[in-house]
């Protein structure tokens, strides 16, 4: 298994502004990936980021409005940019481990966009 | 394209009563199967999961879960509920593809609320 954090665990943004979220895991994983869970909502998955290559999107998400970052093998960054009210989530980050069959998540960062 | 449903979006239950919660899917490959549960104001943990093997997959905190290919579904099951176990459940699926890293499909969630 893995043990996720992210920081920070909830924030109170403005609307207009952007928010970088940071996922950091225990150990070395092949994959992380970006979910966002709307209010009473499943979880719907934003992006897979692999450390050196460019995130890929999901429908629906773009790299302008979630760029991602991820530098090395137990860290990436998701940024929402421009909030408006929409983007009030929570979001998760997951980690998976080449030869796994199981992905392990973060506790989620609360976002709240007035 | 996969996708899963969770045919109740609630659950109220009593105390030491028995539950049920029902998943279907579908897909046009084989799946790896998956329940979480996600307690109140926390991320997502893993309660089970069917990989391979024998269809009666136990898990953590007394939750077992069947899988029946023919029905195509992963039903989740406790015989006895407590008032910790008050929280969101979701079913998932991936496909076999490893190289997409076991990208996962959720289900709507649905919502046991434990009553005393």
């Known amino acids: 298994s893995a043990v996720i954090s992210q920081k920070p665990s909830r924030d109170i943004c403005q609307r207009g502004t952007s928010l970088t979220i940071q996922c950091q895991v225990d150990?070395?994983?092949?994959?992380m990936f970006w979910y966002r869970q709307q209010p009473g909502q499943s979880l719907t998955l934003i992006a897979t980021?692999?450390?050196?290559?460019?995130?890929?999107?999901e429908s629906g998400f773009v790299i302008d409005k979630f760029p991602i970052s991820r530098p090395n093998l137990t860290f990436s960054t998701l940024t929402v940019s421009n909030m408006s009210p929409e983007d009030s989530s929570i979001y998760l980050c997951?980690?998976?481990?080449?030869?796994?069959?199981?992905?392990?998540f973060g506790p989620g960062t609360r976002l709240t966009v007035l | 394209a996969q996708s899963v449903t969770q045919l109740d979006s609630q659950v109220p239950v009593f105390e030491e009563a028995p539950v049920e919660l029902r998943c279907n899917y579908s897909?046009?490959?084989?799946?790896?199967l998956f329940w979480y549960v996600q307690y109140p104001n926390q991320g997502l943990q893993l309660l089970l999961k069917y990989l391979s093997g024998s269809t009666l997959v136990k898990g953590i905190n007394g939750f077992e879960a069947e899988f029946n290919k023919s029905q195509t579904s992963f039903h989740l099951r406790k015989p006895s509920v407590h008032i910790s176990d008050t929280a969101e459940y979701f079913c998932a699926v991936s496909d076999l593809d490893k190289a997409a890293g076991n990208k996962l499909t959720f289900g709507g969630g649905t919502r046991v609320l434990v009553k005393p």
């Open positions: 980021a692999n450390q050196g290559s460019e995130a890929t999107y």
């Open positions: 997951s980690s998976w481990r080449m030869g796994g069959d199981t992905q392990y």
């Open positions: 897909s046009s490959v084989s799946v790896y």
């Open positions: 150990s070395q994983v092949t994959m």
